[in-house]
């Protein structure tokens, strides 16, 4: 139905960035919920980010807020994460994912659709 790829991880120094990408198909892009989650070793899924389709609507985990930005461009089928100020305990597996809707949710059970991930290691 909805396809999912996510790229862009990768080795980085603790305070640099990173831009992770993530494209969509099979589906009505605009008219989808997407959100970012993560999972390091050993610890439960967490919510990052997620927004409307139209971008007018977005929440941030209290970890990441005023560090990561998640936008998207429809024309692109493609949602983006820019992650800068790095952490350490920003290492994790990221994952976007989808769901038809239009109430933004934190819950991973609220979303349909998953992509495969993509690492991100932050070394200190």
């Known amino acids: 139905q909805v396809q999912l790829v996510e790229s862009g991880g990768g080795l980085v120094h603790a305070g640099g960035s990173l831009r992770l990408s993530c494209a969509a198909s099979?589906?009505?892009?605009?008219?989808?919920?997407m959100g970012w989650f993560r999972q390091a070793p050993g610890k439960e899924r967490e919510f990052v980010a997620a927004?409307?389709?139209?971008?007018?609507?977005?929440f941030y985990a209290d970890s990441v807020k005023g560090r990561f930005t998640i936008s998207r461009d429809n024309g692109k089928n493609t949602v983006y994460l820019q992650m800068n100020s790095l952490k350490p305990e920003d290492t994790a597996l990221y994952y976007c994912?989808?769901?038809?809707?239009?109430?933004?949710?934190?819950?991973?059970?609220?979303?349909?659709?998953w992509g495969q991930g993509t690492q991100v290691t932050v070394s200190s």
């Open positions: 994912a989808a769901v038809f809707g239009t109430a933004v949710s934190g819950d991973s059970a609220s979303y349909k659709y």
């Open positions: 099979g589906g009505t892009f605009n008219s989808y919920i």
């Open positions: 927004g409307t389709g139209s971008g007018r609507t977005i």
